[in-house]
């Protein structure tokens, strides 16, 4: 495992902004992530790899807003998206700059806004800000680099969630499962015989 | 060390470049495939939801790299940014052995008559190189036909009354439809439509000695663990390399046409896999590296007698980058229409390709291939909020009970889409970047509003509750169905190769890719890509007399 990071981590040097949608990971993969993360989380509580205790507090909070837990099923906390969040950061100063940025920046606005950290500001006053910056429409030189950062958090956590079996399972999604064996369904083989005209 | 000469070095394994090298092989040719990317397997993909070819979140499986392959994009507003091979905005295709086929949807289209006579059946478009191709349907026909049987192709166009003539029916019978196709067919019969099983460069049933599809589903983006996905790695490479007269060589990357002092080439200059620069001489130089990366690798051989690039004298190369402009309509409904059978796209129409009220030319519709839930997400409506509890109950609502339809609009070509090279960024070789620039023309634009009309109104038909559509926006088309850019034709002063893929000023030069489309069609490219390949292959080993083309 550790090994795997060492590579991944020497191949993101070079390169400059950093546009939605690509992070420089090459080598990297979603399961290899999740996979991760659920063995540092065997070994005892996670402790951050790459945030500080108030940024990744944070984080979470964000990841929980964004897909909260319901009677139905667990959101993106429980699915493990701030350790995926967390796992990818520590892997790519890029990301890393873009989410220490975006989350000081939240903590910022809502001091100014609200006169407390994000974590602490009421639930009412958090949903008011996630939804300014939650819209393109809202765009303002002053609220630009939240919206910016909005669209991270949320395709992060977005991803994290799906790919989780808490996410895939919520969804009554089969999900991308290891297979045990290569086989051609029954049906399909019939119904080509049958249109073929050999069957 | 010199390299020994060859007969031909083909430049770039993909759909274009493995056909050509499979065809000079087998006519006894001695030929040198260089592909800048890897052999990649399913194994080294492993299937991973975000780093394939279409969700790239965490890179590029199949290539280029993040690292070493910049490329600098204009946006409509001059804005200028230098991208990495997997950011959105860089157009791009693939980088391995097999290139775009190796984990393609595998849509295997032919063009229709009109398609290669857009501007003699509509006229000029005011602000459009809109132009007629100098071959026709009916000269490709023996050669879609070529690449239907050789490659493989299963599905069933005989409910296609649009269809251009074909002497020969697909080698094999279509996939059983999903549920959606279940769904949308009685709904395009009822609307009047002409419904039919999309032709697919897929096994339905054992062929060419592979396996027939198990319907998995993570199939468009993603290699085939089972080979049951038609591509030029598993098909005409492996017969190339066999014949014993093809070498492929990975992970080498050509930064330049080489060229004699009579303005002829002589071979291709590139780096291998340890970096090393090399000189391979050649008796003639096939390029295709698709669209971006074939104008680059032209407009980067310079030389005295070119000294705009090679074949570049009339400022063509490297114009008219063209894609598709994809229109979408989604649609929810009251039951599920989630089955998880896979590739997932399954049923089209061709109703809307031309006759058009007021309208030049159109495209094919067609169900989607997949939206795994991390896709589904981009296309929540507004209303649903896009953080919270409302985002996440519509997914657990919707995302089994939803379905796209969407389809290739064939573009209006602009002069000024287009593809240079940078005066600045270079990638990790030194060679110069693609420079992109441009965007679309209005009338593109206008077709795709009405085509999403289209889409909508089947999936209502098809009884939706709920529907929206989606049309792009204004900037620069290209990405996996980029052409255009080495148009061809019989005026070497408003083209760049003749119908025979051959550079107009430098007979032993062929660009045999998607540069080439004069205009791409309202279907996705690659089964006319392949068509060409076979009938450029076969005027090539007809005019070449043991070292040099007869002329
Ligand atoms: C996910 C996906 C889905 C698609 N689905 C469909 C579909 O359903 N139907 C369809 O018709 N089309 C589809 N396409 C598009 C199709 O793959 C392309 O149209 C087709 O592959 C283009 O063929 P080409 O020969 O022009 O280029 P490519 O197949 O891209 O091949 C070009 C090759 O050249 C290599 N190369 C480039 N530059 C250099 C260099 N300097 N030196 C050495 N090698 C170089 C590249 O690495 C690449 O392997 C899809 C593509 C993708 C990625
Ligand atoms: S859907 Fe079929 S062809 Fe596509 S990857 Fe799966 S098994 Fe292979």
Same mark, same amino acid.
């Given at each position: 495992?550790?090994?795997?990071?060492?590579?991944?981590?020497?191949?993101?040097?070079?390169?400059?902004?950093?546009?939605?949608?690509?992070?420089?990971?090459?080598?990297?993969?979603?399961?290899?992530?999740?996979?991760?993360?659920?063995?540092?989380?065997?070994?005892?509580?996670?402790?951050?790899?790459?945030?500080?205790?108030?940024?990744?507090?944070?984080?979470?909070?964000?990841?929980?807003?964004?897909?909260?837990?319901?009677?139905?099923?667990?959101?993106?906390?429980?699915?493990?998206?701030?350790?995926?969040?967390?796992?990818?950061?520590?892997?790519?100063?890029?990301?890393?700059?873009?989410?220490?940025?975006?989350?000081?920046?939240?903590?910022?606005?809502?001091?100014?806004?609200?006169?407390?950290?994000?974590?602490?500001?009421?639930?009412?006053?958090?949903?008011?800000?996630?939804?300014?910056?939650?819209?393109?429409?809202?765009?303002?030189?002053?609220?630009?680099?939240?919206?910016?950062?909005?669209?991270?958090?949320?395709?992060?956590?977005?991803?994290?969630?799906?790919?989780?079996?808490?996410?895939?399972?919520?969804?009554?999604?089969?999900?991308?499962?290891?297979?045990?064996?290569?086989?051609?369904?029954?049906?399909?083989?019939?119904?080509?015989?049958?249109?073929?005209?050999?069957? | 060390?010199?390299?020994?000469?060859?007969?031909?070095?083909?430049?770039?394994?993909?759909?274009?470049?493995?056909?050509?090298?499979?065809?000079?092989?087998?006519?006894?040719? @001695?030929?040198?495939?260089?592909?800048?990317?890897?052999?990649?397997?399913?194994?080294?993909?492993?299937?991973?939801?975000?780093?394939?070819?279409?969700?790239?979140?965490?890179?590029?499986?199949?290539?280029?790299?993040?690292?070493?392959?910049?490329?600098?994009?204009?946006?409509?507003?001059?804005?200028?940014?230098?991208?990495?091979?997997?950011?959105?905005?860089?157009?791009?295709?693939?980088?391995?052995?097999?290139?775009?086929?190796?984990?393609? !949807?595998?849509?295997?289209?032919?063009?229709?008559?009109?398609?290669?006579?857009?501007?003699?059946?509509? !006229?000029?478009?005011?602000?459009?190189?809109?132009?007629?191709?100098?071959?026709?349907?009916?000269?490709?026909?023996?050669?879609?036909?070529?690449?239907? &049987?050789?490659?493989?192709?299963?599905?069933?166009?005989?409910?296609?009354?649009?269809?251009?003539?074909?002497?020969?029916?697909?080698?094999?019978?279509?996939?059983?439809?999903?549920?959606?196709?279940?769904?949308?067919?009685?709904?395009?019969?009822?609307?009047?439509?002409?419904?039919?099983?999309?032709?697919?460069?897929?096994?339905?049933?054992?062929?060419?000695?592979?396996?027939?599809?198990?319907?998995?589903?993570?199939?468009?983006?993603?290699?085939?663990?089972?080979?049951?996905?038609?591509?030029?790695?598993?098909?005409?490479?492996?017969?190339?390399?066999?014949?014993?007269?093809?070498?492929?060589?990975?992970?080498?990357?050509? !930064?330049?046409?080489?060229?004699?002092?009579?303005?002829?080439?002589?071979?291709?200059?590139?780096?291998?896999?340890?970096?090393?620069?090399?000189?391979?001489?050649?008796?003639?130089?096939?390029?295709?590296?698709?669209?971006?990366?074939?104008?680059?690798?032209?407009?980067?051989?310079?030389? @005295?007698?070119?000294?705009?690039?090679?074949?570049?004298?009339?400022?063509?190369?490297?114009?008219?980058?063209?894609?598709?402009?994809?229109?979408?309509?989604?649609?929810?409904?009251?039951?599920?229409?989630?089955?998880?059978?896979?590739?997932?796209?399954?049923?089209?129409?061709?109703?809307?390709?031309?006759?058009?009220?007021?309208?030049?030319?159109?495209?094919?519709?067609?169900?989607?291939?997949?939206?795994?839930?991390?896709?589904?997400?981009?296309?929540?409506?507004?209303?649903?909020?896009?953080?919270?509890?409302?985002?996440?109950?519509?997914?657990?609502?919707?995302?089994?009970?939803?379905?796209?339809?969407?389809?290739?609009?064939?573009?209006?070509?602009?002069?000024?889409?287009?593809?240079?090279?940078?005066?600045?960024?270079?990638?990790?070789?030194?060679?110069?970047?693609?420079?992109?620039?441009?965007?679309?023309?209005?009338?593109?634009?206008?077709?795709?509003?009405?085509?999403?009309?289209?889409?909508?109104?089947?999936?209502?038909?098809?009884?939706?509750?709920?529907? &929206?559509?989606?049309?792009?926006?204004?900037?620069?088309?290209?990405?996996?169905?980029?052409?255009?850019?080495?148009?061809?034709?019989?005026?070497?002063?408003?083209?760049?190769?003749?119908?025979?893929?051959?550079?107009?000023?430098?007979?032993?030069?062929?660009?045999?890719?998607?540069?080439?489309?004069?205009?791409?069609?309202?279907?996705?490219?690659?089964?006319?890509?392949?068509?060409?390949?076979?009938?450029?292959?076969?005027?090539?080993?007809?005019?070449?007399?043991?070292?040099?083309?007869?002329?």
């Amino acid at each position: 495992m550790s090994e795997n990071r060492e590579t991944s981590r020497r191949g993101f040097l070079g390169a400059a902004g950093l546009a939605l949608g690509a992070l420089p990971l090459n080598a990297q993969h979603a399961h290899h992530a999740h996979q991760a993360v659920r063995q540092e989380k065997a070994k005892g509580p996670y402790r951050p790899r790459f945030f500080t205790p108030q940024e990744y507090r944070t984080l979470a909070k964000l990841a929980d807003l964004i897909i909260p837990a319901d009677e139905h099923s667990p959101g993106a906390v429980e699915a493990g998206a701030p350790e995926f969040i967390d796992f990818l950061a520590s892997n790519s100063p890029e990301l890393a700059a873009v989410f220490t940025g975006g989350l000081a920046w939240l903590d910022g606005e809502t001091k100014r806004r609200y006169s407390a950290a994000f974590v602490d500001a009421k639930p009412g006053d958090q949903a008011a800000l996630l939804d300014l910056i939650a819209y393109r429409r809202n765009d303002t030189p002053e609220l630009g680099p939240g919206i910016e950062f909005f669209e991270w958090a949320r395709k992060l956590t977005v991803d994290a969630f799906y790919t989780s079996p808490e996410g895939i399972k919520d969804l009554g999604f089969q999900g991308n499962g290891a297979m045990a064996e290569f086989s051609v369904p029954r049906e399909a083989v019939e119904y080509a015989l049958k249109r073929s005209g050999l069957g | 060390m010199a390299l020994e000469r060859v007969n031909a070095v083909v430049v770039g394994s993909g759909a274009g470049g493995g056909i050509v090298a499979k065809e000079l092989a087998q006519a006894g040719l @001695r030929v040198v495939l260089l592909e800048r990317g890897s052999w990649v397997t399913a194994y080294d993909c492993r299937k991973d939801d975000l780093r394939n070819q279409r969700t790239t979140v965490l890179g590029n499986a199949f290539g280029p790299d993040d690292e070493r392959h910049p490329r600098v994009v204009v946006d409509e507003s001059g804005r200028e940014r230098t991208l990495r091979a997997s950011e959105p905005g860089y157009h791009n295709n693939a980088g391995c052995v097999g290139g775009g086929t190796a984990s393609y !949807g595998a849509m295997a289209w032919r063009f229709m008559e009109k398609d290669f006579r857009m501007r003699s059946t509509y !006229g000029a478009v005011p602000g459009s190189t809109l132009e007629d191709w100098p071959l026709s349907y009916a000269d490709l026909e023996p050669y879609y036909e070529k690449a239907e &049987w050789e490659i493989g192709v299963s599905g069933d166009d005989a409910g296609n009354v649009f269809r251009a003539p074909r002497r020969r029916p697909l080698p094999m019978p279509p996939l059983p439809p999903n549920r959606e196709c279940q769904v949308l067919r009685p709904a395009a019969l009822r609307l009047g439509l002409h419904p039919f099983d999309i032709p697919m460069l897929r096994n339905s049933v054992p062929y060419n000695g592979r396996p027939a599809c198990m319907r998995c589903r993570w199939c468009v983006g993603f290699a085939c663990e089972v080979d049951a996905k038609c591509g030029t790695q598993n098909t005409v490479i492996p017969a190339a390399l066999k014949t014993g007269n093809c070498e492929l060589r990975c992970d080498c990357v050509a !930064g330049q046409v080489l060229l004699d002092e009579r303005g002829r080439a002589a071979g291709v200059a590139y780096f291998d896999a340890r970096g090393r620069y090399r000189e391979q001489p050649a008796d003639l130089v096939v390029v295709s590296c698709a669209a971006i990366e074939s104008a680059r690798l032209l407009l980067n051989s310079r030389s @005295r007698l070119f000294p705009k690039g090679l074949g570049n004298r009339h400022d063509w190369v490297g114009r008219n980058l063209q894609g598709h402009t994809y229109p979408r309509a989604a649609g929810l409904f009251d039951f599920e229409l989630y089955d998880d059978q896979g590739p997932g796209a399954g049923i089209a129409v061709c109703d809307y390709n031309h006759g058009n009220p007021g309208l030049a030319g159109g495209g094919m519709l067609a169900n989607e291939f997949i939206r795994l839930p991390y896709q589904f997400v981009a296309q929540v409506p507004r209303s649903a909020g896009r953080w919270g509890r409302g985002h996440k109950e519509f997914m657990r609502k919707w995302y089994r009970r939803s379905m796209s339809v969407m389809g290739p609009v064939q573009e209006m070509p602009m002069f000024d889409s287009r593809v240079e090279v940078d005066p600045v960024v270079k990638d990790h070789w030194g060679i110069p970047v693609a420079r992109l620039s441009g965007g679309k023309h209005p009338h593109t634009l206008e077709v795709a509003r009405y085509m999403a009309g289209k889409a909508e109104a089947w999936l209502k038909e098809a009884g939706a509750i709920h529907t &929206w559509t989606v049309v792009p926006g204004p900037g620069l088309s290209g990405g996996q169905h980029q052409a255009g850019t080495c148009r061809m034709g019989g005026d070497p002063r408003t083209s760049v190769v003749n119908r025979y893929c051959q550079v107009h000023d430098v007979d032993n030069v062929f660009v045999i890719d998607g540069s080439v489309h004069v205009t791409n069609g309202g279907f996705n490219p690659v089964l006319t890509i392949m068509a060409l390949a076979y009938y450029a292959s076969a005027h090539l080993v007809k005019t070449w007399k043991g070292t040099r083309m007869r002329s």
